[in-house]
């Protein structure tokens, strides 16, 4: 059985940092491309970011040089370390996983397996 579990989120004052992880099991961890979507109320699910099994990344515009994705393959773990919070950032955050070895960075669709969320609230 494949879980996805995040954990991390809060409240944080703007110009705050939170690291979100991802903890996974249940499949090959390292075979995946991995990604973080987030999703504020009444918008729809927003990519924030990527990472390739080969560990090369990719970003939204809103969040480039402020957030960092990693992975530890050793520890099945996902992170997003999110820096300098600001309150168009809260949300709630979920992980994703995809392993089809498309090549290219996965669309919102082609992701096999998500995460149950969690909530992210920054204040002004």
């Known amino acids: 059985q494949v879980q996805l579990v995040e954990s991390g989120g809060g409240l944080v004052q703007a110009g705050g940092s939170l690291r979100l992880s991802c903890a996974v099991s249940?499949?090959?961890?390292?075979?995946?491309?991995m990604s973080w979507y987030r999703q504020a109320p009444g918008k729809q699910r927003e990519l924030v970011a990527q990472?390739?099994?080969?560990?090369?990344?990719n970003y939204a515009d809103s969040v480039k040089g402020r957030f960092t994705i990693s992975r530890d393959n050793a520890k099945n773990t996902l992170y997003l370390q999110m820096n300098s919070l600001k309150p168009e950032d809260t949300a709630v955050y979920y992980c994703?996983?995809?392993?089809?070895?498309?090549?290219?960075?996965?669309?919102?669709?082609?992701?096999?397996?998500w995460g149950q969320g969690t909530q992210v609230t920054v204040s002004a």
């Open positions: 994703a996983a995809e392993g089809d070895g498309l090549g290219r960075w996965p669309r919102q669709y082609e992701y096999d397996y």
């Open positions: 990472i390739g099994r080969g560990y090369s990344t």
């Open positions: 249940g499949l090959i961890f390292s075979n995946y491309a």
